[in-house]
């Protein structure tokens, strides 16, 4: 198969994981009588016991070095834990914020991967940079607070969404290079299977340190459903598709073929919720999706 071929299985793959991620907010709002960790662990669990079949003997043969080991364990807390866990709280609040929001704000991720990649690989920030993440930051803004005033009283609970909406695009954001990186090494089928087992293991950890133990036991039969729907549809199957189209196009192409799934996601919640944007938020949503493929397309200049 040609490059060119190559290219546009890679990007149909990356849309097909986007779209299926627009459903996410669907199925985690059913689940707001749980703690967020709880629905992190079992969603992560049902993932790792469903893929380890198609695995197990990669899982027996491959090896991985100290190094590859901390790049993965550093995927699974940054993506796997805290931006999975902030991105559920954020749509659990969805009392205050829409989901539709939540995943405008997630789509803030190329900022957040560009500037790691300034830390960490010592990529150059250039002036169109700046101004163009700049733009997309007072768009977020007015997207969350269509008048562009906070009351942080009655908009508390809005401002507290927001934030986890932006942990959840800094966590995932951030840990994109890192994916990419380990899917030079490695199979995509691979490196899933090892994120989920690793992120199961985090997400236990982290239910002991806080307490939160006893909720492994408050999920009814039809919450223990929905976390196995998520793990064939959103979770696990979304991020194994992604994976594998990401290993076929450049970490800004896919970037830029993310975009879509916001948009689907306001569709989704004005069907299904009844949730309209204004018109002010929707002019600032569509400043926000343009200023996210300015960055992705300078990022792309700068690294051909």
């Known amino acids: 198969m040609d490059k060119s ?3 546009l299985k890679g990007s149909l793959l990356v849309v097909c994981a986007a779209l299926l991620w627009a459903f996410d907010g669907i199925i985690r709002r059913s689940l707001f009588t749980l703690p967020p960790i709880t629905i992190i662990f079992y969603e992560h669990l049902f993932g790792a016991i469903i893929i380890l079949p198609f695995v197990w003997k990669s899982l027996a043969t491959e090896r991985l070095v100290i190094k590859d080991w901390l790049l993965i364990i550093l995927i699974s807390l940054l993506s796997g834990l805290f931006g999975t866990l902030w991105f559920t709280t954020a749509l659990l609040k969805s009392g205050f914020i829409s989901f539709g929001v939540v995943f405008l704000l997630q789509k803030l991720q190329p900022i957040f991967a560009i500037s790691s990649a300034r830390i960490f690989l010592k990529e150059k920030l250039t002036k169109k940079y700046i101004i163009w993440a700049v733009l997309a930051l007072a768009s977020a803004y ?5 008048s562009g005033k906070v009351n942080f009283v009655a908009g508390s609970g809005t401002v507290i969404a927001a934030l986890y ?8 954001g951030s840990s994109t290079t890192f994916s990419k990186m380990a899917l030079l090494k490695k199979p995509h089928t691979y490196i899933t299977a090892v994120r989920f087992f690793i992120t199961t293991v985090l997400a236990f950890c982290f239910m002991i340190a806080i307490h939160q133990a006893p909720s492994l036991y408050s999920p009814s039969l039809s ?3 929905r976390f196995a729907l998520i793990a064939v549809s ?3 199957v979304a991020l194994l598709i992604y994976y594998k189209g990401l290993q076929k196009i450049p970490v800004q192409v896919s ?3 993310e975009l ?3 948009f689907v996601a306001i569709l989704i919640d004005a069907v299904l919720y009844h949730s309209f944007l204004s018109a002010s938020q929707w002019i600032a949503a569509i400043v926000l999706i343009a200023s996210m493929y300015k ?5 792309n200049e700068t690294s051909v």
């Open 5 to 7: 071929s190559e290219t």
């Open 142 to 146: 007015f997207v969350t607070f269509p």
């Open 223 to 225: 919450q223990f459903a």
């Open 260 to 262: 879509t799934f916001p």
């Open 165 to 172: 909406a932006l942990g959840a695009a800094f966590a995932w």
């Open 295 to 299: 960055i992705s397309s300078i990022r």
């Open 234 to 236: 959103t979770g696990m």
């Open 255 to 257: 970037t830029i073929l």
